[in-house]
């Protein structure tokens, strides 16, 4: 079962007029980067699913590998593999060997931003990657969603309303198909430095996470 955007139809995906361009600046000043779309990683019949904001510079914007190579992917591999959900605790490149167990990770906008900030019409527009995802993934049962953006990318993928549901780190919200979205703050570099999150309450999301999975399998 192939993964669904395959690198193939994102790497042609110019919909955004502003990341395009800025993608074609980034490829000229770092021609070793990936500078593209970035594709989603890790299992395609995964029970998980996590959605992340959009690639950073350096890391899955250089890598090709979402949460790889930069800071906002130390927290999360570092407990992924606490949790059984990947082979290694450590993400370096594409190429490193690391595998993901019941588990699959995919941004909202899947071109890096200037500035980190997607714009709400690059959103919308590329919401329709997620909207395929989800509607080609029947085995899946928990959308992890970190931070709002992701959160309401999920909603909006999903076809439901953003004011029913509202973002909150450790949330959990029944959706309409059965599956269950859980909300936690983005492991970004601000947050983890500024002890908005911790690495013991991304540990309890991550055990709520679990417990869904046991009681939905």
């Known amino acids: 079962m192939q993964l669904f955007p395959d690198p193939a ?3 042609s995906c110019v919909a955004c007029p502003r990341l395009a361009g800025f993608l074609q600046e980034v490829r000229r000043q770092y021609p ?8 989603p990683f890790g299992d395609p019949r995964a029970r998980l699913l996590i959605v ?3 690639p950073g510079m350096h890391g899955a914007n250089r890598s090709g590998r979402p949460f790889t190579g930069d800071h906002a992917g130390i927290l999360l ?3 992924l593999h606490h949790f059984g959900f990947a082979s290694r605790a450590e993400s370096l490149a594409a190429d490193d060997g690391l595998a993901l167990i019941d ?4 941004n909202a906008v899947k071109c890096l931003p200037p500035q980190n900030k997607p714009e709400p019409a690059e959103i919308s527009t590329c919401n329709r990657f997620l909207a395929a995802e989800l509607r080609r993934s029947p085995e899946l049962r928990v959308i992890l969603a970190l931070g709002g953006v992701a959160h309401k990318a999920v909603l909006l993928a ?10 909150a780190h450790g949330a959990r919200h029944a959706l309409e198909n059965g599956q269950v979205l859980i909300d936690s703050y ?3 570099r601000y947050n983890t430095q500024t002890r908005r999150l911790s690495a013991e309450s991304f540990a309890d999301v ?12």
């Open 9 to 11: 139809i994102l790497n």
């Open 32 to 39: 070793a980067y990936h500078a593209r779309p970035v594709a």
């Open 186 to 188: 983005h492991c970004s």
């Open 158 to 167: 999903q076809g439901m309303k953003q004011s029913a549901r509202a973002f």
């Open 77 to 79: 591999y570092q407990t």
């Open 206 to 217: 991550f055990t709520a996470v679990r417990a869904e999975l046991e009681r939905l399998a």
């Open 103 to 106: 588990c699959r990770i995919t």
């Open 52 to 54: 992340g904001l959009a």
